[in-house]
């Protein structure tokens, strides 16, 4: 079951779909875990290729509730995005996991953040300042928000910013204060500071960004006194797993791992490295 709702954010309201189990709370759990998705860079809740619906639609199927919302200025959301700054969408994601704990039936002790992109960095510091948050899934996660978002709309296009004010991306006004903003976040160190059960996502041939942040996150988690983590690279997927065996395998893999962890009889597991 879907339902169309909306976070309110600083006096915008920021469009949100929650899509719920179709089956009754079990008698094993009186409550349901709940994930909600962070989309990543100019993105919506949609997602490249439907990428979040169908997600959300599998999870759901397997008794997760999910949210997937559209940050300001995305997708159908109140606002103009690039117009603000990082630490806005963080604040979005907080606003976010505030209205999934308005739900009913939901878990408290079961809310985990899965970042696509930059959505993946705005997760890990959107966890590490919000003890509610107790799992992350990064998928292709960004690891140095700067440097990757001027990858991606090109150094011509970003010297526009000093002669413009401004980056014109997609129709999307990227300000100076938006762009400064990026470099004062490191997801890659950041992550070492959250304490909850981490899931790390790449597809091996992502040309947008490198699948070795993967094995950088990774290696960050490791150095952590608690918290499990996994890693899972998919061979020869695309930053999107847009093909149907490249997203069987993501969300095959995503689906186990939130399942093991989300166990009421959860057993304590090891550092594991997993390649397909």
Known sequence: MEKHDCIHWKGKKLTATVHYPDSPVGKE?????VVVICHGFTSNRIGVDR???KTAQHLSKNQFVVIRFDYAGCGESE???GEHCFKDLIDQTHAAVSFALQLPGIDPDQITLLGHSLGGAVAVHSADRDERVKRLILWSAVGKP???IVKIIGQEEYSNLFIKGYVDHLGYSLTTTFMQSLKKFHPLDQLSRFTGDVLLVHGTDDKDISAHYCSEF???TRKRACGNSNIHLIKGANH?????PHFNKLIAATTAWLTKSSSPLKVPGTLTSISS
């Open 29 to 33: 759990r009186s409550k349901r875990p």
């Open 51 to 53: 990428l979040f619906v």
């Open 79 to 81: 606002g103009n995005y």
């Open 146 to 148: 700067f440097e990757d």
């Open 218 to 220: 990774f290696e960050k």
């Open 240 to 244: 999107t797993f847009s093909s149907i």
